[in-house]
């Protein structure tokens, strides 16, 4: 894929258009924004934090890193990519946004597919050890340390928006989607990590198994499910996936001692990757 610069973003204070002068993202009242020697911009105004470091934390950041780069996870992202760019017209560049994006594993993924179109990727997430790592690995994204409550990006902009086992806000991406721009959601299915589930928990709730309602201002356009076995034969490998995940703080000292014990693990991955295209004039 051709990799342009993405060319919308705004000011988290005002909305209003930001541009790039000597690595710093200014707005015409006069808000300024350096950019990192890393490659990424932070745009997340300190009276919009929860907290004074939010977001994922810097082992969890390279948990993921490690597991993502593994491979373990490939089928999702060809599987998110093949929804990106279906119906892609080649001859106009695609503005994409990953609203929680990481370390940037998925569009990174998409940036290596093969084919001929033009991209213009931005990746967004609030932990700014997520963002740190995803520029360090390639500098053709944009990359920017902000909210998904807040998104620093243009009305009407994208054509492209992932929530990918994210935190949704959907009058934000109606927002910032084009009328006829996709939605690409992933979630986690009703047996998605069932196995690495049992041992942390002395029991297991049982998850919906049916498709989620429609956001308001989306209809829904296509849904697949992704559902694969992966072997895992290194304790480093299962170590990292469970500290990828929301399980290893929510699981009891015993039940992390117990996946600390395991030497190999086989696990089913299910995902559900659905798509909904913003409806014209739903914000």
Request: hydrophobic letters at 40%; a neutral charge; aromatic letters at 8%.
């Amino acid at each position: 894929m051709n990799i342009i610069p993405f060319q919308h973003l705004c000011c988290p204070l005002d909305g209003l258009p930001l541009a790039l002068a000597d690595r710093s993202w200014r707005c015409s009242a006069g808000h300024c924004y350096d950019s990192a020697r890393q490659g990424y911009t932070h745009l997340l105004p300190v009276q919009n934090k929860r907290s004074k470091d939010p977001g994922d934390s810097k082992d969890m950041v390279a948990a993921r890193q490690r597991f993502l780069n593994g491979g373990y996870y490939r089928p999702i992202a060809e599987a998110v990519s093949r929804q990106v760019l279906a119906d892609d017209p080649q001859d106009l560049p695609l503005a994409c946004l990953d609203a929680g994006s990481g370390e940037g594993y998925y569009l990174r993924q998409l940036a290596e597919t093969e084919g001929d179109g033009t991209l213009a990727l931005m990746g967004l997430d609030i932990s700014k050890w997520a963002v740190l790592a995803a520029a360090k690995q390639d500098r053709r994204v944009c990359w920017v340390v902000g909210s998904n409550a807040n998104l620093p990006v243009a009305s009407d902009s994208l054509d492209r928006l992932l929530c990918l086992f994210g935190f949704p806000v959907y009058d934000e991406f109606a927002r910032v989607l084009k009328p006829g721009g996709k939605l690409i959601q992933v979630d986690a299915g009703a047996d998605h990590l069932r196995q690495l589930r049992e041992i942390v928990y002395p029991s297991l709730k049982p998850r919906d198994q049916g498709q989620k309602p429609v956001p308001p201002g989306f209809e829904r356009l296509t849904s697949e499910t992704v559902r694969f076995e992966l072997a895992l034969q290194e304790p480093e490998a299962i170590a990292d996936l469970l500290a990828m995940t929301p399980h290893l703080y929510r699981a009891s000292a015993e039940g992390r001692t117990r996946a600390a014990g395991l030497k190999t693990l086989t696990v089913t991955v299910e995902v559900v990757v659905q798509s909904f295209g913003r409806i014209t004039g739903s914000h």
